[in-house]
């Protein structure tokens, strides 16, 4: 195998295959209808670990309420959590709010035509600052995802792993040759569209592939012996536990930390398992912290969910517990009734009181009660919709007389918006509580 460009194939027969491929096969996606920098800006932060029809009515639905930097800038974090509701790594919503501002502040809004200016921008890295400055300004910068990085190293056939700092290295480099020519937003995206449809990870259509005869990986006939990888991903895994706690057709939430995992998001409240501690402990433990907080004492309701959540390098098993609330502490932020609703950006459910001890990752946040009919106004991640979902469910079946305080038909928990990248599976009705004694609940993907 060879490395060295220079006796590598051709750059300008690589480039000139590369665009006419393009031009032909692309698919034809709303933000390739633009070369508003802004535009294609969104587009690129979205598309960051997502998929292409999961990100697209998020696209379209964000453009619509945002159409400029300066409407982004001007919006309440709220609402920009809300609208990318769904579509994971919250974090790329924050940021991209951020970088509105900035380019509000420094550049009256508009997105500068210089690599440096866009990489700054909070959230913007090498590869989106590329995409943007190549795609909407046509300047000779590499962008290099994912799906470059597969193709560029089947190509030229690299032999460093792409996931060291040599290997990525030595694909920036490539890269960055390929692109000294004419239109390099399009040779950029053409690598992309290549493979992302025809140089996939597994089964790539060589005999489809413009790069056919030119690519190393391609004649050696092991095409997916590229890229080379050093490490495989290591998972976290963590037990938690999660109480759904009710009072009337309130349900308690906190809001989990800024800075830490789905930040900034509402949630149930949740505390990590302790070692040595069981299940039926940790629930304990969270219980106590959310009784003193709430006043009076918590009923649990014998049942337990639980089920798997995967994060991007983290794993959840979690169990979730459901309990009624005795207290009547009034919250003092005006939601005390489960007709407070919480429009977004304003008026989210009041404090019910602060959290003395630390249960778990939300060591800042304050518990709050929010009427089960109003969830739609909170930014809240799939996996806590998913676990209101699933709790929601074990509610309607139960007689009424069990379910005290709460008045009428189950409300039913907002759906997700439809497309998310999450892949939610039907979990066990039902299982013992305590270690060792429940079902185990089939997984559902998330992100961080
Ligand atoms: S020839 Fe095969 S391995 Fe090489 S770029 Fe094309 S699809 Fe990928």
Redesign the pocket.
């Given at each position: 195998m060879n490395n060295a460009p220079s006796e590598g194939p051709d750059p300008a027969e690589i480039r000139s295959r590369l665009i006419h491929w393009y031009d032909a096969h692309c698919r034809d996606l709303p933000w390739r209808r633009t070369r508003d920098p802004y535009a294609v800006l969104v587009s690129e932060i979205m598309l960051q670990q997502t998929r292409v029809d999961t990100a697209l009515p998020y696209y379209l639905r964000f453009l619509q309420r945002f159409p400029s930097a300066c409407h982004l800038a001007a919006a309440p974090e709220e609402e920009v959590l809300r609208l990318w509701q769904g579509l994971g790594y919250y974090r790329r919503a924050r940021q991209l709010h951020q970088a509105a501002r900035v380019l509000v502040e420094r550049y009256g809004g508009r997105v500068p035509p210089d690599f440096e200016a866009v990489r700054s921008l909070p959230g913007v890295g090498d590869y989106t600052a590329g995409a943007v400055c190549s795609i909407a300004f046509d300047l000779p910068v590499p962008a290099v995802d994912g799906n470059a990085q597969?193709?560029l190293a089947?190509?030229f056939g690299v032999d460093e792993p792409a996931d060291r700092a040599a290997g990525r290295r030595r694909l920036d480099e490539l890269a960055r040759r390929l692109v000294q020519g004419p239109r390099p937003g399009a040779l950029n995206q053409a690598v992309m569209e290549?493979g992302s449809t025809?140089?996939t990870p597994r089964r790539?259509?060589?005999d489809?592939?413009?790069?056919?005869g030119?690519?190393?990986?391609?004649?050696s006939g092991q095409?997916e012996a590229?890229p080379v990888r050093q490490r495989a991903v290591r998972w976290a895994e963590e037990d938690v536990v999660v109480v759904g706690c009710l009072r009337g057709d309130q349900v308690a939430v906190i809001r989990r930390p800024e800075g830490g995992l789905l930040g900034g998001l509402w949630a149930l409240p949740y505390a990590l398992r302790q070692e040595g501690e069981t299940w039926v402990q940790a629930r304990d433990r969270l219980g106590a912290v959310l009784a003193a907080e709430l006043g009076g004492s918590l009923r649990w309701y014998p049942d337990t969910l639980q089920g798997r959540w995967d994060f991007s390098h983290r794993r959840w098993h979690w169990r979730l517990y459901l309990a009624w609330s005795g207290g009547d502490r009034t919250p003092a932020g005006g939601a005390g009734s489960g007709a407070a609703a919480p429009p977004h950006g304003a008026g989210l459910p009041g404090p019910a009181g602060r959290v003395a001890e630390t249960p778990g990752p939300w060591d800042s946040g304050a518990v709050r009660w929010v009427g089960l009919g109003h969830l739609d106004g909170l930014p809240m991640a799939s996996l806590d919709r998913r676990l209101l979902e699933q709790a929601m469910q074990v509610l309607a079946k139960l007689p009424q007389r069990q379910v005290p305080g709460l008045r009428g038909q189950v409300p039913r928990v907002p759906e997700q918006v439809p497309g998310q990248r999450s892949r939610p599976e039907p979990l066990p009705g039902r299982g013992r509580t305590g270690p060792g004694g429940a079902r185990e609940g089939a997984g559902a993907a998330g992100q961080e």
């Amino acid at each position: 195998m060879n490395n060295a460009p220079s006796e590598g194939p051709d750059p300008a027969e690589i480039r000139s295959r590369l665009i006419h491929w393009y031009d032909a096969h692309c698919r034809d996606l709303p933000w390739r209808r633009t070369r508003d920098p802004y535009a294609v800006l969104v587009s690129e932060i979205m598309l960051q670990q997502t998929r292409v029809d999961t990100a697209l009515p998020y696209y379209l639905r964000f453009l619509q309420r945002f159409p400029s930097a300066c409407h982004l800038a001007a919006a309440p974090e709220e609402e920009v959590l809300r609208l990318w509701q769904g579509l994971g790594y919250y974090r790329r919503a924050r940021q991209l709010h951020q970088a509105a501002r900035v380019l509000v502040e420094r550049y009256g809004g508009r997105v500068p035509p210089d690599f440096e200016a866009v990489r700054s921008l909070p959230g913007v890295g090498d590869y989106t600052a590329g995409a943007v400055c190549s795609i909407a300004f046509d300047l000779p910068v590499p962008a290099v995802d994912g799906n470059a990085q597969r193709v560029l190293a089947r190509l030229f056939g690299v032999d460093e792993p792409a996931d060291r700092a040599a290997g990525r290295r030595r694909l920036d480099e490539l890269a960055r040759r390929l692109v000294q020519g004419p239109r390099p937003g399009a040779l950029n995206q053409a690598v992309m569209e290549l493979g992302s449809t025809v140089c996939t990870p597994r089964r790539p259509r060589c005999d489809r592939c413009p790069l056919a005869g030119l690519c190393v990986a391609g004649r050696s006939g092991q095409p997916e012996a590229w890229p080379v990888r050093q490490r495989a991903v290591r998972w976290a895994e963590e037990d938690v536990v999660v109480v759904g706690c009710l009072r009337g057709d309130q349900v308690a939430v906190i809001r989990r930390p800024e800075g830490g995992l789905l930040g900034g998001l509402w949630a149930l409240p949740y505390a990590l398992r302790q070692e040595g501690e069981t299940w039926v402990q940790a629930r304990d433990r969270l219980g106590a912290v959310l009784a003193a907080e709430l006043g009076g004492s918590l009923r649990w309701y014998p049942d337990t969910l639980q089920g798997r959540w995967d994060f991007s390098h983290r794993r959840w098993h979690w169990r979730l517990y459901l309990a009624w609330s005795g207290g009547d502490r009034t919250p003092a932020g005006g939601a005390g009734s489960g007709a407070a609703a919480p429009p977004h950006g304003a008026g989210l459910p009041g404090p019910a009181g602060r959290v003395a001890e630390t249960p778990g990752p939300w060591d800042s946040g304050a518990v709050r009660w929010v009427g089960l009919g109003h969830l739609d106004g909170l930014p809240m991640a799939s996996l806590d919709r998913r676990l209101l979902e699933q709790a929601m469910q074990v509610l309607a079946k139960l007689p009424q007389r069990q379910v005290p305080g709460l008045r009428g038909q189950v409300p039913r928990v907002p759906e997700q918006v439809p497309g998310q990248r999450s892949r939610p599976e039907p979990l066990p009705g039902r299982g013992r509580t305590g270690p060792g004694g429940a079902r185990e609940g089939a997984g559902a993907a998330g992100q961080e």
